[in-house]
């Protein structure tokens, strides 16, 4: 399901942000900024094992990091491998499975990141944790893993909810953007729509649908710290979501 996700999503991903580059921009400063000071200047190569159609690839590529990257979804990467060749980034992209980087790249990173809330679709403790075991055995020592996730304590987890993203134009057409969530438990079904309107008596309607995880912080944290990361904690206030980040 998070593949098929993926795929729908892909070409339309970029509407969900009023300004995908300068989201780019914005979403690579903030990084950049927490690698230096919490893994040094020096961590320069990085592993994105989630890497979507390459919104913080891409920013860290353009500040200058060596960047490899992997996602589940063949059309994110595809996607990905356009806008780097666009931008003129060698980045080496590739389809994987968030839960076997370690089998699939072979070698070690400085830091392995996994942004925008991609964690929490795996929908159990288990693969979480072996999704953090494998991010740790793809860093050398002295790195470390960085993950930003949503803060679910601060979510209502029940029933269904609306979340609107807000109208994008793109050429002729205007999209409404919005999630539907419906909770079953601590699991959750979202649905993803774009409304399309070119300006005629009726719209186009597409929606993508997935399952997320609605888990804590503190749940993330302890899983962590399972895997072997020490020193791991919380960060506020530095990214659009919560910032976890551990060292091996």
């Not at 944790?129 to 002295?142: D, E, S, V």
């Not at 109208?167 to 909770?183: D, I, K, M, N, S």
């Not at 993803?192 to 888990?215: H, L």
């Amino acid at each position: 399901m998070t593949t098929d996700f993926y795929n729908q999503l892909s070409p339309f991903y970029h509407i969900i942000f009023p300004d995908w580059e300068a989201s780019i921009k914005r979403q690579a400063a903030a990084l950049d900024t927490i690698i230096g000071e919490f893994f040094g200047h020096g961590a320069k190569h990085i592993l994105d094992i989630a890497c979507g159609v390459g919104t913080q690839t891409i920013g860290l590529a353009q500040l200058g990091y060596d960047l490899t990257a992997s996602d589940i979804s063949d059309s994110a990467i595809e996607r990905s491998k356009k806008e780097a060749a666009m931008r003129q980034l060698n980045v080496e992209l590739s389809v994987a499975d968030m839960r076997q980087p370690h089998a699939h790249h072979q070698r070690l990173f400085d830091v392995v990141i996994a942004c925008d809330n991609s964690v929490p679709h795996l929908l159990t403790d288990e693969d979480i944790l072996l999704a953090f075991k494998q991010m740790y055995l793809c860093t050398r020592p002295g790195g470390g893993c960085l993950i930003t996730v949503r803060d679910y304590d601060k979510e209502d987890r029940s029933g269904i909810q609306v979340k609107p993203y807000g109208v994008r134009t793109e050429g002729q057409a205007r999209y409404l953007v919005f999630q539907v969530w419906e909770f079953k438990g601590m699991i959750y079904d979202l649905a993803m729509y774009f409304v399309e309107d070119q300006g005629g008596s009726e719209c186009i309607t597409r929606v993508m649908r997935t399952k997320y995880y609605a888990v804590g912080i503190d749940k993330l944290i302890m899983l962590m710290r399972e895997a072997g990361m020490r020193e791991v904690r919380r960060l506020d206030d530095c990214f659009y979501q919560p910032v976890i980040i551990g060292k091996k």
